[in-house]
């Protein structure tokens, strides 16, 4: 026992010892917890009274703000209506109608809808199809997986595979065989401060040419890359190097793959990025942002000709034995439901677009503050990278992260790079704010 407390009156449990928190520094947060009690609009309200301002959408989830009326009236109404119905030889209208409506939005040709629960599950959902979808046209001997450097694709054993981030993989030995991956796409000597999307580094796309070559197209499946990746600190892609990577994947029968978990629902600007950046792939990948964060919900995308592949054989048949308990399940699909009604009513992915430059400027206009090394910002994400300090990477970074939130305002990090995200409901003042916050963070981290 540490016997770290929550120190608020009227708790039945005052113990922080028994939930072993993800992804977190357990022993320093509980010597110095960040409690968040509620949330409304754009702000949370911390344990100790405080108004947060979420410039985070909560971990890149609640794309339309806190605390949204129609989501909650949707869930409830759902739960007491059917709480759960199973989707396997069972089903019920709701995942049916979400499939639909999901499948209006998405890029001209991603029709067929798969659920999971999270963007992990998503992710190894998104591999086992191109696995499965290779045999099913006779390409058994395509079973190589590409993933990227710095790439985050959730934490399942597929995910880390093909994912590029060390330390979530490097405990784990036994991950699949047969992956490789690309070289990631951030080049600060050539790129620092750009403004929107890097003018170099395309011909980084070329190097699955060098990994086609080294393998044989024949014996590839697929390639997965996050359109721009999130988790590893905001890293844009170069401009033309996802239509390279479509080229080239297109060239050699090999599937590609994008990850939407973040770039989903409006990050970016449009409902994925793929279609910001005019690139169809063959799978889409999502969660968070499906559900404003509410219920756990991810989600699938997949090309009518990769569903039609596995249409095959007796109608009496399972065509793909992989699924969840909770796939499609009614409560996240009304949440969904609820949360699309209001990216819709309200423009949200348009808004993203229109306030995009005004992010932008906001956010580069911290250039000069001590120890920033560089800015990436697009759509309603940013990054800010800052110099480690002497006492090692991530130091200063996480004193910039802590002392923003002491003044009022959530943000990521990851290393030395501060993330951002807010929701797509900000008003230009709250960016003032964010960016006036996280500048006088810097300076006292200087
Ligand atoms: C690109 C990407 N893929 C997958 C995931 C994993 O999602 P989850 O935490 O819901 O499993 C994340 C989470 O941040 C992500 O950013």
Redesign the pocket.
Known sequence: MTNATLAQPGRISNSLDEFWMPFTANRQFKANPRLLESAEGMYFRSSDGRQVLDGTAG??CCNAGHGRREITEAVSRQIARLDFAPTFQMGHPLPFELAERLADIAPVGLNRVFFTN??????DTALKIALAYQRAIGQGTRTRLIGRELG????GFG?ISVGGMVNNRKAFPALLPGVDHLPHTLDIARNAFSRGLPEFGIEKADELERLVTLHGAENIAAVIV?PMS??AGVILPPVGYLQRLREITRKHGILLIF?E??TGFGRVGKAFAAQRWGVTPDII?C??GLTNGAIPM?AVFVADDIHQAFMQGPDSAIEFFHGYTYSGHPVACAAALATLDIYQGERLFERTLELEAYWQDALLGLRDLPNVVDIRAVGLVGGVQLAPSAEGVGKRGFQVFEQCFHDGLMVRVTGDTIAMSPPLIVEKEQIDTLVGTLADSIRKAA
């Open positions: 971990l890149w999270s963007g992990s599950e998503s992710a985050y694709h959730g934490v995910g996050e999130g988790s990850d978990v973040i990948t969660a968070k991810g």
